[in-house]
């Protein structure tokens, strides 16, 4: 079993729909969380970063952890043609837990959002 | 905020010879700095974490005789590849953070192929 468990989709939605993405992990140590997009032949660009459980808001973003569940979500408001990337989930148990700075990511689901 | 920058984005070269990589923070400073290779259509394998003034960790797997990384300041790291062959053909991008912690921020990436 994989630490993190991501959709590699392809999802496709249409123009305006919401978007829901989700990661689940098994590592009870994870207390940073992050949601990359990463468009083709480019870096991954951060669009949320959370630490421990809770809900972040960021404009038509909003990213969801609960560490109860070892679940953690990012939703995407009206999503728009140039929302289409691929999303990448990583996660950290930072220096205090032992994981120093690396991420464990998941490997990523592939959006196409059409007109 | 949070810039990271990377040069060349794309290399070719022949098989034999050398390849340097630099990664440069623009706007803070970066405690840590790694860096990533990627296959298509995979997501990003960690092949070393390095710290500023001190020698990098590379993950199992990695030849750090092939892959060498210089950290030696806290806005510049490179990674050179010596005696690059056509396998070593990739999209090798580097992040960094500041504080020693997450989230990391990433470059654009740098295409190579060698030939």
């Known amino acids: 079993q994989k630490e993190v468990e991501q959709d590699p989709g392809p999802l496709s939605v249409p123009e305006g729909a919401i978007v829901s993405l989700n990661c689940t992990y098994s590592?009870?140590?994870?207390?940073?969380f992050m949601w990359y997009r990463q468009y083709s032949r480019k870096g991954p660009e951060l669009l949320m970063y959370?630490?421990?459980?809770g809900n972040k808001e960021d404009g038509r973003f909003t990213a969801q952890v609960d560490k109860s569940s070892k679940y953690i979500s990012l939703f995407i408001r009206d999503s728009q043609p140039s929302d289409s990337a691929t999303y990448l989930c990583?996660?950290?148990?930072?220096?205090?837990?032992?994981?120093?700075?690396?991420?464990?990511f998941g490997t990523g689901t592939q959006l196409k959002v059409e007109l | 905020g949070a810039v990271v920058s990377q040069h060349p984005s794309r290399v070719i070269c022949k098989s034999g010879t050398s390849v340097k990589i630099e990664c440069r923070s623009l706007?803070?400073?970066?405690?840590?700095m790694f860096w990533y290779r990627q296959f298509p259509k995979q997501s990003l394998m960690l092949m070393a974490t390095?710290?500023?003034?001190?020698?990098?960790?590379?993950e199992q797997g990695v030849e750090k005789d092939k892959f060498l990384i210089n950290h030696a300041s806290l806005t510049l790291s490179t990674l050179t590849v010596t005696s690059a062959h056509p396998e070593d053909s990739s999209f090798y991008i580097c992040?960094?953070?500041?504080?020693?912690?997450?989230?990391?921020?990433f470059g654009p990436g740098t295409r190579l192929t060698v030939l």
């Open positions: 590592n009870s140590a994870f207390q940073y």
């Open positions: 390095s710290n500023e003034g001190s020698k990098a960790t590379y």
């Open positions: 990583a996660m950290s148990a930072g220096v205090g837990g032992g994981g120093g700075n690396k991420l464990t």
């Open positions: 959370t630490y421990s459980s």
């Open positions: 706007d803070f400073q970066a405690t840590t």
């Open positions: 992040s960094a953070s500041s504080s020693g912690g997450p989230p990391q921020f």
